[in-house]
């Protein structure tokens, strides 16, 4: 669990407490007859401030941290992809998406976002599902399509696609 969920629980816990232990004060002190219904009723309503924003902020931080957590899950599904097609020059799409338990939608998603952020180079054809790591500089000398022999003209950066066969070149 990250850290703003965790305070935000805290402060909604804490918020409550408040709530609890000011509601039985004040039922106490009108029980006691040292306190008028009216005058509970303002300590409630001034009760009422800090427990608002206690629980307030409490939910923010809690809505916040489900979002870090999943941008965080994002990330580490980038850098565990990452790791394997470079460890491995080459891995099936399949396979990827097996042995990280996403759909191979979400691969691919994962590859388009490693690539617009300029870490990983390499090729793919969706066709034959088969993910090829490369480094940029070789894939620039590349004049004929690695997939069908098509000619080639990759120049820029970001993801260059063979008119002949649809093969995919990313460059960084």
Do not use: H
Not at 31 to 52: C, R
Not at 130 to 142: F, G, V
Not at 149 to 159: F, P, Q, S, T, Y
């Amino acid at each position: 669990m990250n850290t703003g969920r965790l305070v935000g629980i805290i402060l909604i816990v804490v918020g409550f407490g408040v709530a609890v232990i000011a509601g039985l004060w004040l039922a106490l002190q009108v029980s006691a007859t040292q306190l008028s219904a009216g005058g509970a009723l303002v300590g409630a309503g001034i009760a009422f401030v800090p427990v608002a924003l206690l629980v307030g902020f409490g939910i923010y931080m809690v809505v916040q941290g489900g979002r870090e957590a999943v941008a965080e899950s994002s990330m580490q599904q980038q850098r565990r992809l990452l790791d394997i097609v470079k460890s491995r020059g080459q891995v099936s799409v399949s396979d990827l998406a097996l042995e990280m338990r996403i759909s191979m939608d979400t691969v691919k998603d994962l590859v388009y976002q490693l690539v617009g952020l300029q870490v990983f180079s390499g090729y793919i054809n969706w066709q034959d599902g088969i993910l090829y790591s490369a480094e940029a500089s070789k894939l620039r000398e590349l004049d004929k399509c690695k997939n069908c022999g098509g000619e080639i003209n990759l120049v820029g950066k970001g993801v260059v696609v063979c008119k002949y066969c649809g093969t995919e070149y990313f460059l960084t």
